[in-house]
């Protein structure tokens, strides 16, 4: 009974969360089924949708949920969209990695996962045997996941097939941060929201304002991980600062003008 | 778990930004984060905010035997518990380092400041004392948790009250509220804790640094003081040297705060005496819960912000939640209302009028008068309820609304919400 109240309180909200913070997504609210673990997915998927992604798993033929989140579908791809704040690493995704610590050929970095990843150092541009990248602890590097077996160290790599960096590589200067608390100042109060991933997709997505927006105000650098954390760099620590404070704010603005509106507020207020 | 490391580029960045005097959430170096302070409905519970940082602290006693080193002193004792819901490198049931630097400041300044009379908490000296436990929870952590978890606990005790006790020849008798008003306890001072930052080996303050200032900082200086001016407690979390006008500094600071603080403590304790005094359930916690939740609407997917659905107007709202609560909390109106005993109040009543009136201008302050008098319209207010209540019944319909448009529950496998609807999302409304 408790235990049904709770998981019915906690459909809700993540049908309340997918309301609030999904309104300028291409998939429409009114079309989305949402799903809990245990549940079998019985929607008849289009033609032969062979390709089973996030929060899926399969049980002979049945295709189980594995994970809460709405059903997404396309070309044949099924996958679950997730509400969620733990990263969980996954072949092909660009993280952002601290560095923790040195061992033999291999750098160990926290990607935000339950276990630290690894990045060899010969797979940095231009690194030979005697040319290792120089990196410390507590540097940060821009990196793409290419082997995420389950129970076992993720490995990052800054190369592509190429051994080209393409953007990827060690971050300087700027400031790194995770969207992770965000708090809604409504006539209510104590209450937080902690979304992060989330932010993260739509921050990248080509339909998101964001960021042009904030282009068309302030001269700056970002880079957006999928682990859910951001850096930005700015000429001046005051630009940073107003950067990094409509960053975590905006995750509950889908109106262009309210957008705009907070940017140019924030453009012009004196730290 | 572990929580990640602070990186170079963020330290870099914070520390240029402290020493220019700005900080990332807009505030200037000598300026403090918003405090929030609740007191809770069931008394001696409290909730205390300071920005993202969140603590609740609960008071409750019970009767056990002093030590034979003090026989007519009651115990006061803390218990904190930092759980991983507040900071994911903490370990469930495990202090640590920091939660017993946290204790043990806790059981100074509140214990050791003898800010609470334990000598009016002993019922019958060698045998029989209260034992005061104070639950400090972390519940979420962002700097200065000495300063919420000491505010919130403070709050607690202040808050709490005691049952009333009377002294028989062999046996004590405990008396539950509603026989005998419980007792406050007595506190003499509030001691109030300012965490203060320490960057450049003490020569620049930051006060109310968050945790990750904190961690960029070279150390910080707690200091707890009341508004009467004393200094009850000073820590210093790393090994500085501060000279002495620094440390002045500091502490002119935190007596600002203090009063300041003292001033919001007191008048959150009056405003929920007065409530409760006027027979107002005070709404406790509930408020702390955004009425997003609490009440139920249609969002449009592309609403920008959380449906902002108003809360209906204080007094239907009361309406509506008074009945449950009265019912829980009145042992007189389980079951059926004793209708004699209305009468036997009614009786005393009117003797207590006559004698008044007899005997003039003078003023009879007997207890058992305030007492019956309040026992008389507790029961009269639960009759007319009980009477609403039954009328209402049958013409309301509770009605589930589930939030978000309607078709896309209806699809997925909502079975649950036939069964159990919960409390929180269940709307009664009232047809007429």
Redesign the interface.
């Known amino acids: 009974?408790f235990l049904?109240?709770i998981?019915?309180?906690y459909?809700?909200?993540l049908?309340?969360h997918?309301?609030?913070f999904?309104?300028?997504n291409h998939v429409?609210?009114?079309?989305?089924?949402?799903?809990l673990p245990g549940?079998v997915i019985n929607e008849p998927s289009s033609s032969d949708s062979s390709i089973i992604g996030y929060g899926i798993n399969l049980r002979g033929d049945k295709r189980l949920v594995t994970q809460p989140g709405a059903l997404r579908s396309e070309e044949g791809k099924v996958w679950l969209s997730v509400h969620s704040k733990r990263y969980i690493p996954q072949e092909g995704d660009r993280v952002i990695g601290?560095v923790?610590s040195k061992t033999g050929d291999f750098f160990r970095l926290?990607i935000?996962t339950?276990e630290y990843a690894m990045i060899n150092f010969t797979n940095f541009e231009g690194a030979t045997k005697r040319n290792r990248p120089n990196l410390?602890?507590?540097?940060?590097i821009y990196a793409t996941v290419f082997d995420s077996t389950p129970r076992t160290e993720a490995e990052l790599t800054c190369v592509d097939d190429e051994k080209r960096a393409r953007g990827m590589g060690q971050?300087?200067?700027?400031?790194?941060?995770?969207v992770s608390?965000l708090?809604?100042d409504?006539?209510?109060?104590?209450?937080?929201v902690q979304v992060s991933l989330n932010h993260c997709r739509r921050l990248i997505s080509p339909s998101c304002k964001i960021l042009l927006t904030l282009g068309n105000f302030f001269k700056f650098e970002i880079t957006v991980g999928m682990n859910g954390r951001i850096?930005i760099n700015a000429s001046t620590?005051?630009d940073?600062?107003k950067i990094?404070?409509i960053l975590v704010k905006s995750e509950?603005?889908?109106?262009e003008d309210?957008l705009i509106a907070m940017v140019q507020n924030n453009y012009t207020?004196s730290? | 778990m572990r929580v990640p490391p602070l990186t170079i580029c963020e330290k870099a960045v914070i520390l240029e930004a402290l020493r220019s005097g700005k900080r990332f959430d807009f505030r200037s170096l000598e300026e403090f984060r918003d405090v929030k302070l609740v007191v809770g409905s069931e008394v001696g519970t409290a909730i205390c905010t300071i920005g993202n940082t969140k603590v609740m602290a609960a008071v409750s006693a019970q009767i056990a035997e002093p030590s034979s080193m003090r026989p007519n002193k009651g115990v006061i004792n803390i218990d904190v518990d930092l759980s991983p819901m507040a900071n994911v490198a903490n370990e469930h049931d495990r202090l640590g380092s920091k939660g017993m630097e946290l204790i043990r400041l806790l059981e100074l300044i509140i214990r050791d400041s003898r800010c609470i009379d334990v000598e009016s908490l002993c019922i019958r000296a060698g045998s029989e004392i209260w034992k005061v436990r104070v639950d400090v929870r972390i519940l979420d952590e962002d700097g200065s948790l000495l300063d919420c978890a000491c505010l919130a606990a403070i709050t607690a005790l202040q808050h709490f009250k005691r049952p009333n006790v009377s002294l028989e020849a062999h046996h004590t008798l405990i008396y539950s509220e509603y026989e005998k008003a419980p007792v406050p306890l007595n506190i003499y001072h509030m001691p109030i804790c300012t965490t203060i930052g320490l960057l450049d080996k003490g020569q620049m303050v930051v006060i109310d640094p968050t945790e990750k200032e904190a961690a960029c900082l070279d150390g910080s200086i707690v200091v707890a003081c009341n508004k009467r001016r004393e200094v009850c407690a000073l820590h210093q979390s790393t090994n500085l040297v501060l000279t002495t006008k620094q440390i002045e500094r500091c502490v002119k600071l935190a007596m600002a705060r203090a009063e300041a603080l003292t001033a919001v403590v007191s008048s959150i304790i009056k405003e929920d005496r007065q409530e409760r005094s006027a027979f107002k359930r005070p709404d406790g916690f509930a408020i702390t819960t955004p009425s997003l939740i609490l009440t139920t609407g249609t969002a449009a997917s592309r609403q920008i912000k959380a449906p902002v659905t108003k809360r209906e107007p204080e007094s239907s709202q009361r309406s509506l939640y008074q009945p449950s609560v009265i019912i829980n909390e009145n042992p007189l109106s389980v079951g059926s209302v004793k209708q004699e005993e209305v009468d036997e109040d009614e009786l005393l009543a009117e003797q207590l009028t006559t004698i008044q009136n007899s005997v003039g201008q003078v003023a009879v302050t007997d207890n058992q008068n305030t007492v019956m008098s309040n026992r008389k319209r507790e029961v009269e207010e639960v009759n007319n309820l009980l009477e609403g209540l039954d009328d209402s019944e049958e013409e309301e319909e509770i009605q589930t609304m589930t939030l978000g448009p309607s078709e896309p529950v209806v699809n997925t496998k909502m079975v649950v919400e036939e069964e159990a609807p919960p409390i929180g999302l269940v709307k009664r409304k009232k047809k007429k």
């Open positions: 009974m049904k109240c998981t019915h309180l459909l809700n909200q049908i309340l997918y309301l609030l999904h309104g300028n429409n609210v009114s079309d989305m089924s949402i799903y549940d601290i923790t926290d935000g339950a410390k602890t507590g540097d940060i971050l300087n200067g700027g400031y790194m941060f995770k608390i708090k809604l409504m006539d209510c109060y104590l209450y937080f850096w620590t005051d940073i600062i990094h404070d509950l603005v889908t109106d309210e207020r730290v």
